[in-house]
C-alpha cells in the first residue's frame, strides 16, 4: 500500500486538477489535505470576506470528494509542519500541489522541500492549475526573462496549445487519517460584506453556465457598462480554484467576439502571474519608478475608502466594495486611478484597501493591476488618467449604477445623478466634491 499527499491551495476542486490526478496515478491511497493557516485566515492581515468565501469552497471541495469515495482531510498550523505530520503518519511517499507564483507560494514550497526531503518525500508542484498556461512557457525573444507589455504576449499567448480539462478520477481510496472539523469562519470573520456571495466548485460551474445562457454571447458589448451587471462574477472561483481557467477557455466559444474578449481577460490574469513570477518584489515594490513621488492625504483616503469623495461614479464603485465584497472591473479601475492618478496617492494603499474586502484578491492581480493604473506597471502610457466624468458618461451613462449603490441620490434623474452639485437641495447627504476635474 503507498500514499501520496495532495495539498490542496488555490485549486479547490476535482475537475481539471493535475495536482489530483498525479497524486491518484503515484499511489494506492491519497489523503486530499487542506491546512488551514491561522495566520493568514485569521491573523492580523486576514481578509474576512475571503475567509467566509474559502470555508463555503472547502465545504462543496468536500462534497465533490465524496461523490467520487474521498473525504476531504483538515488540519490547521504552519502548512509544512501539518504537512510533515502527515507524512509522519500515513508514510506518504510524495506530495503533488500546483504551482504558484506569490512570495508567500514560493517560501511555502521551498520549505516543503526541505521539510518533507528527509522524510523520504518528494515534491512534485504542478504548473497550469492556478493559470492557463504555464508562467514559463512564454518567454519574449530579446531574452528577457518575462514579457514586460500585455500585447506581445496575448500574441503568443493565442499560439500557444492548451491542454484539454482533466477529467476527475472515478473513485479516490483515502488513507486511514484523522482530520479536524471543516472550518467555518463565521466568527472569525464578523466584519465580512454583509451581501458577500459564496460558494465553491459546484457553485462555480452553475454560475458559468448561468453566464454564458443570460450575457456571454453579449459580452464584448456589455461587460463594462456598469449599469447592466453583466460581467461573469466569476473571479472570486478563479481566485480560489473552484474552476479552472482551462476548462472555462473550453466553455466560452472562442469563434465569437464576446469569447475572444473574454479569453482575452483570462490572458491578462496570465500575464500578471507571468510578471510576478520574473519580479516577485512588485508585490510590494515599483515595477517601475513613478514620478512625482505620492502625496500624503489622509482625509482624502478615508473619504475615498469610505465611497463619499463626492463623485458619483467613484463612490458607487467603493460602496459595492464594502457592501458585497466584489466590484466590476471598470468600477475597479475608475477608483484606482482617482486614488492614484487625481488624488496622487501610492497604490500601496488602495491595493491593501483592495486585498482587505475583494474576495477575488490575489497578490498578482490585485497589485499589478494596481501599479498598471498608477503609471509604475506595465502600462505603455503611464501618465493616462481616466477622468470620472467622462467614465461615468461613457459606461454608465443613464445613472443607473450610481442610483443602485447611492440611495442619497436615487431622486436625481438619467445621467444628472453624475453631477449633484448642480442639484443643489436635492441630496443633502451627498458630500461634495474633494477635488475639482475637467468637466465639472
Not at 133 to 142: E, G, V
Request: glycine share 6%; proline share 8%.
Amino acid at each position: 500500500m503507498t500514499v501520496s499527499i495532495l495539498l490542496f491551495t488555490r485549486d479547490l476542486r476535482v475537475r481539471d486538477n493535475p495536482s489530483l490526478i498525479a497524486a491518484h496515478a503515484a499511489a494506492t491511497e491519497v489523503v486530499p489535505l487542506f491546512v488551514v493557516d491561522e495566520r493568514i485566515v485569521c491573523g492580523p492581515r486576514s481578509a474576512p470576506n475571503r475567509a467566509r468565501f474559502l470555508a463555503a469552497a472547502l465545504a462543496e471541495l468536500d462534497a465533490e470528494l465524496r461523490s467520487i469515495g474521498g473525504r476531504l482531510v483538515v488540519r490547521s498550523g504552519d502548512v509544512p509542519s501539518a504537512v510533515e505530520q502527515v507524512v509522519v503518519e500515513t508514510g506518504a511517499e510524495s506530495l503533488h500541489l500546483a504551482a504558484d507564483v506569490s512570495w508567500y507560494a514560493r517560501r511555502r514550497e521551498a520549505a516543503l522541500r526541505r521539510r518533507l526531503g528527509g522524510r523520504g518525500c518528494t515534491v512534485h508542484a504542478h504548473p497550469a492549475a492556478v493559470t492557463a498556461t504555464d508562467p514559463a512557457d512564454l518567454r519574449p525573444s530579446s531574452g528577457r526573462d518575462h514579457f514586460a507589455v500585455f500585447t506581445p504576449y496575448y500574441r503568443r499567448w493565442l499560439e500557444l496549445p492548451m491542454r484539454r480539462p482533466l477529467q476527475a478520477p472515478r473513485r479516490v481510496q483515502v488513507a486511514d487519517i484523522a482530520g479536524d472539523a471543516l472550518p467555518d469562519f463565521a466568527a472569525a470573520a464578523p466584519d465580512s460584506s454583509p451581501r458577500l456571495a459564496v460558494g465553491g466548485a459546484i457553485t462555480a460551474r452553475k454560475s458559468l453556465a448561468r453566464w454564458l445562457l443570460r450575457h456571454g454571447s453579449r459580452y464584448v458589448d456589455e461587460s463594462d457598462r456598469l449599469g447592466a451587471d453583466a460581467t461573469s462574477r466569476l473571479s472570486p472561483y478563479l481566485h480560489f480554484g473552484c474552476l479552472s481557467p482551462i476548462e472555462v477557455l473550453h466553455r466560452v466559444p472562442l469563434t465569437t467576439p464576446s469569447g475572444q474578449a473574454f479569453a482575452r481577460q483570462l490572458a491578462w490574469r496570465d500575464f500578471h502571474h507571468q510578471v510576478l513570477a520574473a519580479r516577485p518584489e512588485a508585490a510590494w515594490q515599483d515595477y517601475r519608478p513613478r514620478r512625482p513621488r505620492p502625496r500624503e492625504d489622509e482625509q482624502a483616503v478615508a473619504a475615498w475608502r469610505a465611497g463619499r469623495t463626492g463623485f458619483p461614479i467613484v463612490d458607487a464603485g467603493l460602496r459595492q466594495l464594502l457592501e458585497e465584497g466584489w466590484m466590476p472591473g471598470r468600477a475597479r479601475l475608475i477608483a484606482a486611478s482617482f486614488l492614484t492618478k487625481s488624488l496622487g496617492v501610492d497604490w500601496r494603499i488602495g491595493a491593501a484597501h483592495f486585498r482587505r474586502w475583494l474576495v477575488d484578491a490575489d497578490v498578482a492581480n490585485n497589485q499589478m493591476n494596481w501599479q498598471w493604473i498608477a503609471g509604475t506597471g506595465t502600462d505603455t502610457r503611464p501618465n493616462r488618467v481616466l477622468n470620472p466624468l467622462r467614465q461615468a458618461e461613457r459606461y454608465d451613462p443613464d445613472g443607473d449604477y450610481v442610483r443602485r449603490w447611492l440611495p442619497e441620490l436615487a431622486d436625481i434623474p438619467a445621467a444628472a445623478a453624475h453631477r449633484p452639485w448642480r442639484h443643489l437641495g436635492a441630496c443633502p447627504s451627498y458630500p461634495p466634491p474633494i477635488i475639482e476635474c475637467k468637466g465639472m
